[in-house]
């Protein structure tokens, strides 16, 4: 266990720049986002100085019928009424039905910073093998008391517990951002954002997005050792060519050939990703009012065929991996 966390230790030495920045990188935007939620809280607050209310037209939820919300600071008192009516029935009703599409709104605000990490792992897997090559520092490593499958797997763990790691802690300050946008939004917008948010547990929420970050980072492992697969024997630019290759081959097998099933194969390997939120947004449409509708229920894709194939599909090129890593093939 010492020499992988090792091993460990030193993948993050060689990579920390990379992360620190990407999180500095995402700090900034969410600041940015502070910055816009600022003025528009500005002119929300305008208005509702001059006119003493705020109407918010054609507001629907779900897929009932639309409905006009009009909102009253009455001192520190909140008021909402539909449609002309004072309701709170149904205001109770609308704003617990809000707080399924904003929880899936959160995911995929997190879905965006996951898609960013996910495309600065490419770079990643790519040089994993590739760049000891070029220094010439592989017989090095291999010189140490420890084995090649000890070497290539604290590779593999490293890339994938940052992945992970990343995108969770990123995850993290996203949603405390949101916080602090709603508390710089203020009266009334901070009480009926409250009363939306408190509906959602945020640690049900973070679990099951490590749920699918756990089935995205195994559907994503034949990508990643493809790419090392890629980095063990190019002679330069293995990004380029271990995604620029299969593009190119797909695009002329669709000429040669006139047919797009290589094409329709990356695409679906790549919108996967994306099917199983849309999944889960689709049992929220069809009005599951469940805590799987609001949370989702990822852990149950991990479970299946697909996941076998890519377990095997990993294997093998796991092997080639090995195979080649042995012959230490120089980059001059």
């Not at 797997?153 to 709603?182: C, D, P």
């Not at 469940?290 to 852990?299: E, K, R, V």
């Amino acid at each position: 266990m010492k020499p992988l966390i090792v091993l460990l230790k030193r993948e993050w030495l060689e990579w920390q720049r990379v992360i620190i920045g990407t999180i500095l990188v995402i700090t900034f935007l969410n600041l940015l986002m502070l910055l816009s939620v600022s003025r528009g809280s500005d002119l929300m607050h305008e208005k509702l100085d001059q006119e003493g209310h705020i109407v918010i037209d054609d507001f629907q939820f779900n897929d009932e019928e639309e409905v006009d919300l009009d909102i009253v600071l009455n001192g520190k008192d909140v008021e909402i009424t539909i449609d002309g009516k004072d309701t709170p029935r149904s205001v109770e009703k609308m704003l617990r039905k809000v707080a399924v599409p904003i929880a899936f709104g959160m995911r995929f605000g997190m879905m965006g910073t996951f898609a960013f990490i996910l495309f600065l792992s490419m770079f990643y897997f790519s040089d994993a093998i590739y760049k000891e090559r070029a220094d010439n520092s592989t017989l090095f490593y291999r010189s140490l008391p420890v084995n090649d499958h000890m070497l290539l797997g604290s590779k593999i763990a490293a890339g994938l517990i940052g992945v992970i790691g990343l995108t969770l802690f990123l995850s993290f300050e996203y949603l405390i951002f949101i916080r602090i946008a709603i508390w710089i939004l203020g009266e009334p917008f901070t009480s009926l954002a409250s009363l939306i948010l408190s509906q959602i547990s945020y640690l049900r929420l973070i679990w099951d997005w490590f749920g699918y970050l756990v089935f995205a980072a195994i559907h994503m492992a034949p990508l990643a050792l493809f790419l090392m697969l890629v980095g063990t024997y190019v002679k330069g630019r293995p990004l380029l060519v271990g995604i620029g290759a299969p593009i190119l081959l797909s695009i002329s097998w669709a000429i040669v050939f006139q047919s797009a099933a290589l094409l329709r194969s990356i695409g679906k390997f790549f919108w996967g990703f994306n099917q199983v939120l849309i999944d889960q947004w689709e049992l929220m449409e069809k009005g599951l009012d469940t805590d799987m509708a609001i949370y989702g229920n990822f852990w149950a894709y991990i479970f299946n065929t697909d996941t076998a194939i890519s377990i095997l599909v990993s294997a093998l090129l796991y092997y080639g991996i090995w195979h080649v890593y042995r012959k230490n093939i120089p980059t001059g």
